[in-house]
């Protein structure tokens, strides 16, 4: 199946989901490709194809699957069991083995990965505040990569007050929010 297709198929899907359960804002389902896809697959021009992405509080699978999609290894951590079903469905239908799920917390899911080794990032969408996010991840020393939204100097002035870590902010392009690309944590 080709990428075109999986992204077809996976449009399908979230709408099919989505009747069920709140996988993303309703508003949203109108412009899947855009809202969504061509969000989430920012990151991949500044994750290293050899890097072993961990995506916190995947959800509905962004930006997880959809680099997944694009041929990154992934995984999805996930704690609320349906939306890790959502993302099962999506892994067997889409025939993603580069993709793997987890229904777990992130704080307990974390104490099984090394600090600093290997090719781990992070990245996350919408799922906490910067702070809160370093919180869960700060002490692995792994590189971040963030969709954030228009509050984002807010965030990292606050998280600067608890955390030291080197950034880069880049505008999105498909709309009013940021890629926060964390470097290095102190």
């Given at each position: 199946m080709?990428?075109k297709?999986?992204?077809?198929?996976?449009a399908k899907?979230?709408?099919?989901?989505?009747k069920?359960m709140?996988?993303?804002?309703p508003s949203?389902l109108t412009?899947?490709e855009?809202?969504?896809?061509?969000d989430?697959?920012?990151?991949?021009?500044f994750?290293s194809k050899?890097?072993?992405?961990i995506d916190?509080?995947?959800?509905?699978?962004?930006p997880g699957?959809?680099?997944?999609?694009?041929?990154?290894?992934?995984?999805?951590i996930?704690s609320?069991?349906?939306?890790?079903k959502?993302?099962?469905?999506?892994?067997k239908q889409?025939?993603?083995?580069n993709?793997?799920?987890?229904?777990?917390?992130i704080e307990?899911y974390?104490?099984?990965?090394?600090?600093?080794?290997?090719?781990f990032?992070?990245?996350a969408r919408a799922?906490?505040?910067?702070t809160?996010?370093?919180?869960?991840v700060?002490?692995?020393?792994y590189?971040?990569?963030?969709?954030?939204?228009?509050?984002?100097?807010?965030?990292i002035?606050?998280?600067?007050q608890?955390?030291?870590?080197?950034?880069?902010?880049?505008?999105s392009?498909?709309?009013?929010?940021?890629?926060l690309?964390?470097?290095?944590?102190?």
């Amino acid at each position: 199946m080709d990428t075109k297709v999986k992204f077809e198929q996976y449009a399908k899907l979230l709408k099919e989901w989505s009747k069920k359960m709140n996988l993303v804002a309703p508003s949203t389902l109108t412009d899947i490709e855009h809202r969504h896809f061509e969000d989430s697959a920012q990151l991949a021009k500044f994750i290293s194809k050899d890097a072993n992405i961990i995506d916190l509080g995947s959800g509905a699978g962004f930006p997880g699957v959809v680099l997944a999609i694009l041929g990154f290894n992934v995984t999805c951590i996930e704690s609320i069991t349906k939306k890790t079903k959502f993302l099962e469905e999506l892994k067997k239908q889409l025939e993603l083995p580069n993709l793997s799920i987890v229904n777990d917390r992130i704080e307990k899911y974390l104490t099984k990965i090394p600090a600093n080794t290997g090719n781990f990032v992070f990245t996350a969408r919408a799922f906490a505040h910067l702070t809160k996010i370093l919180d869960y991840v700060a002490h692995k020393k792994y590189r971040l990569f963030l969709l954030k939204g228009r509050e984002i100097n807010n965030e990292i002035s606050l998280a600067k007050q608890k955390y030291k870590f080197d950034y880069t902010l880049h505008p999105s392009e498909t709309g009013d929010g940021f890629i926060l690309c964390i470097n290095k944590i102190y």
